[in-house]
């Protein structure tokens, strides 16, 4: 089925094509440096861009009934609309053809025909002009049913103040609407003891006896009629007292809707007495109030439902004035159909730059990403990528073949959207051709040199060339370019990496657009050398030395090493001696003890031996000094060693025992001379007191003489005044001066003694007055 729409149909004028008028020169400065891509050309484009108006959209249709799909395209004329079936072209027939206005007109609609072919399936209208096509959104056509009721109301028989719940379920598209009848009539929805629930559930609380009676349902939509079998409710006996914990007797079910749509969430609990039912959200969240409602006597219903409202809800059925409660839960899932948050826009580039369209999309679940050129699937290659979950479409070094209509399709399981922009790919007549003869060659592990030929044709305005490079393993969004002159056709590309294939094209620029590029050149760069180990040598002896480094990675690829030495005053090395990669030290023997020997160490791999580090060492002066320094026996150090410090160690312990020793024996020597002195003394004169001063005095050594003395008769331990002398010779003890009113005391140094106060054991009475005398001062 097409149509063939003029001009007039829609009233819209023809557009000339646009031809570039954007200057290339304006950006050409800007490429002297390394740059992603050329930016400087403005996008521009027609007022009016093939797009849909209107599009097909989901339906159910009635059996043997007209069906019309509509669809409505605005754009350059000429365009000329299409329609398809499940992928494949539909062919105007006596049952389906197209209109004038482009809409699809089924005339009997049929769920299974004669031959077996059915009219249901996903239908999409297809829009095509001079620049592009387009395809609309897919209409999902189902034919209109209704199924045998799968569940039929049950006998009840419950006490009077219970709770009666009634359900019977049928399937149908579309959702048949269930009414409910009592006795053949109608059931009374303006009695609020009466709920009835959109998924075919009767619910009636405080039954009292009038409610007794026959209950069947009514099943309804546009395909069909249907009426479920009878069920007869008893209310029998009268309200009873006895306590009943709470009960739910039926809880929330799983629900999965789309947004705007209404969800009933069940929940009927009995209980004596009568139970509090609550509702609440499993996450914390409040529920909200906006849209909120609370059917009979503890349904949830939510209004104009939206993604938030997804989640865990919980019923909870409470026994009043108590913390006693029974809990039931369900999901809700809300979907969302995909919809777009930023579409792709309709751009003009330059042959040779780069387009970039962007498509992003909302919904729940997260919508798929699918991009059509001209309605085909786009098929993606070297210069032409998708990224960030295809939502950014990037096309790399664009030409005339590129211009095209391309569309973005969103979908998820709630529905699907789509939209288009299209490409322009602006070119001069004129233009230079291809620059020629492009040739690539390795200079280094870094360098390649290109050079190159002017284009054939148009090279007079040519104002510079530009030199687009790429690894040839990276992706095209990963090219860089230099800016050349336009009488320079060579360039040094340097800061490559060694052993890596680059490829390399030209273009030629001139004010008015770039030529076509060039042919590709691949070519590698040199593997790299490695680097110069470091060295260090170390000497054993006086005819060896041993030669060490340290591996590391910036050494780089290598194979191994080669070491060389050689007298200095030779020109002929000895070596190489080849190692190991993995080795690290080698010794040099055999070498003359009074010469200076060079030692080289390198490097290699594949590509080449690697620089070498050069050390000298002088094999005489270790000998001079080894003959003013004897070698030592280091075994008989060592054990020198162990014994000087165990001896150093017994050393010090003997020295604090003497030092502690000695401070005894002096501490002793002090003491008995003061005793010594003191007995001498009293022996030659009795010391006179005065009748007014008397009182128990004596001389205290360190604060503690005359309890040492004590002790020393309680020991029953008398001091040899002899061995005293002999022991510690003291100089003659000096003459008092003989007074009769001061206490006879030694001279003995003062740092020796302490002041302290001291009370006698039985003070004497004082002859003029009878009280005792006071303490006497130690005199320091």
Same mark, same amino acid.
């Given at each position: ?100 206005? #482009?809409?699809?007109? @089924? ?18 209208? $297809? ?34 103040? #219970? ?41 009636? %609380? ?55 749509? %209404? ?25 909200? @109030? ?24 919980? *019923? ?24 777009? @948050? ?57 030409? !005339? ?6 569309? *973005? ?36 592990? +870094? ?16 104002? #510079? ?12 969004? $990963? ?36 030529s076509k590029a060039s042919e590709v050149t691949v070519v590698s760069t040199l593997g790299e050398v490695p680097a110069m180990p470091s060295l260090f040598i170390k000497v054993i002896n006086s005819t060896a030395v041993q030669a060490t ?85 280091? $075994?008989?150090?060592? !054990?020198?060693?162990? +014994? ?32 010594? *002195? ?37 020991? #029953? ?41 001291? !009370? ?21």
């Amino acid at each position: 089925a097409h149509s063939y729409l003029d001009s007039s149909t829609f009233d819209l004028p023809a557009l000339p094509r646009p031809s570039l008028s954007a200057p290339v020169g304006c950006c050409f400065a800007l490429l002297l440096t390394r740059c992603p891509s050329l930016s400087c050309f403005s996008d521009f484009g027609h007022s009016s861009e093939l797009a849909f108006v209107v599009e097909p959209s989901d339906d159910i249709a009635v059996q043997e009934q007209p069906l019309i799909l509509y669809c409505q395209v605005e754009g350059i004329q000429p365009i000329t609309i299409t329609w398809r079936k499940n992928g494949a072209m539909i062919v105007d027939s006596e049952n389906a053809f197209m209109l004038a206005n #482009g809409s699809l007109y @089924v005339s009997r609609f049929q769920r299974i025909r004669g031959d077996g072919s059915s009219d249901e399936g996903e239908y999409d209208c $297809m829009a095509q002009n001079h620049y592009g096509l387009v395809v609309s959104r897919k209409a999902k056509i189902q034919a209109a049913t209704m199924s045998d009721f799968h569940i039929h109301p049950q006998n009840a028989v419950v006490e009077e103040g #219970g709770v009666a719940r009634f359900q019977c379920q049928i399937h149908g598209l579309p959702e048949p609407v269930i009414l409910w009848q009592k006795n053949r009539m109608p059931v009374n929805t303006d009695n609020e003891r009466y709920t009835l629930l959109p998924k075919g559930v009767l619910q009636i %609380t405080g039954l009292r006896a009038e409610d007794s009676g026959i209950f069947h349902c009514v099943a309804t939509n546009i395909a069909n009629v249907k009426f479920s079998r009878e069920a007869r409710l008893t209310v029998s006996g009268s309200h009873s007292t006895v306590y009943k914990d709470p009960m739910i007797l039926v809880g929330p079910e799983n629900l999965t809707l789309t947004v705007h749509q %209404t969800a009933v969430l069940e929940c009927i609990a009995t209980g004596n007495p009568r139970p509090i039912v609550s509702w609440s959200r499993l996450d914390g969240r409040p529920i909200g @109030v906006e849209g909120i409602q609370v059917l009979g006597t503890g349904n949830l219903m939510i209004s104009d439902l939206s993604v938030q409202h997804s989640g865990i809800y919980v *019923c909870a059925a409470n026994k009043p004035g108590t913390r006693v409660r029974r809990t039931a839960q369900g999901r809700l899932v809300v979907q969302a159909p995909a919809e777009f @948050v930023q579409h792709p826009q309709s751009i003009s580039r330059p042959v040779g730059t780069t387009a970039i369209f962007t498509c992003v999309a909302q919904g729940e679940p997260p919508p798929q990403i699918t991009w059509l050129r001209n309605g085909q699937i786009l098929e993606t290659g070297d210069h032409i990528k998708l990224k960030n979950n295809n939502s950014t479409l990037s096309i790399y070094g664009i030409n !005339q073949a590129d211009e095209a209509i391309y569309q *973005c399709i969103a979908e998820n399981s709630a529905g699907s959207t789509q939209a288009s922009a299209r490409l322009t790919v602006l070119w001069a007549e004129g233009l230079p051709g291809p620059p020629q003869s492009v040739r690539a060659e390795t200079v280094s592990a +870094t360098t390649i040199q290109v050079s190159w030929e002017e284009p054939l044709q148009n090279t007079k305005e040519i104002i #510079g060339y530009v030199l687009h490079i790429r690894k040839a393993a990276d992706p095209v969004e $990963m090219e860089y370019q230099e800016a050349v002159s336009k009488s320079t056709f060579q360039q040094l590309v340097t800061d490559l990496e060694p052993s890596t294939s680059y490829s390399f094209y030209i273009k030629a620029y001139t004010s008015r657009g770039a030529s076509k590029a060039s042919e590709v050149t691949v070519v590698s760069t040199l593997g790299e050398v490695p680097a110069m180990p470091s060295l260090f040598i170390k000497v054993i002896n006086s005819t060896a030395v041993q030669a060490t480094w340290e591996p590391s990675i910036k050494l780089g690829q290598h194979e191994g090493f080669k070491l060389y030495y050689r007298k200095v005053h030779l020109s002929q090395y000895t070596g190489p001696v080849l190692l190991a990669s993995n080795v690290t030290a080698y010794n040099i023997t055999h070498l003359d003890a009074s010469m200076v020997y060079e030692v080289k160490l390198l490097a290699y791999n594949q590509h080449g031996d690697g620089n070498s580090t050069v050390r000298f060492v002088s094999l005489r002066e270790t000998m001079e000094r080894t003959v003013l320094n004897p070698p030592c026996d280091c $075994m008989k150090d060592e !054990q020198n060693n162990k +014994t000087s410090a165990t001896g150093i160690i017994i050393g010090i312990h003997i020295g604090v025992t003497c030092i502690i020793f000695c401070v005894l024996f002096l501490m002793f020597g002090y003491r008995g001379r003061l005793l010594m *002195c003191k007995n001498v003394q009293e022996q030659l004169s009795t010391p006179q007191i005065p009748r007014s001063q008397r009182s128990a005095a004596g001389i205290i050594l360190n604060g503690a003489a005359r309890r040492d003395r004590d002790e020393r008769d309680l020991n #029953g331990k008398q001091l040899d005044m002899n061995e005293l002398e002999r022991l510690f010779p003291a100089s003659p003890c000096p003459d008092p001066p003989a007074t009769d009113d001061d206490t006879q005391i030694p001279t003995l140094p003062m740092d020796e003694f302490s002041i302290v106060e001291e !009370q006698p054991d039985s003070p004497p009475k004082s002859p003029h007055n009878g009280s005792p005398a006071a303490s006497t001062q130690t005199l320091l």
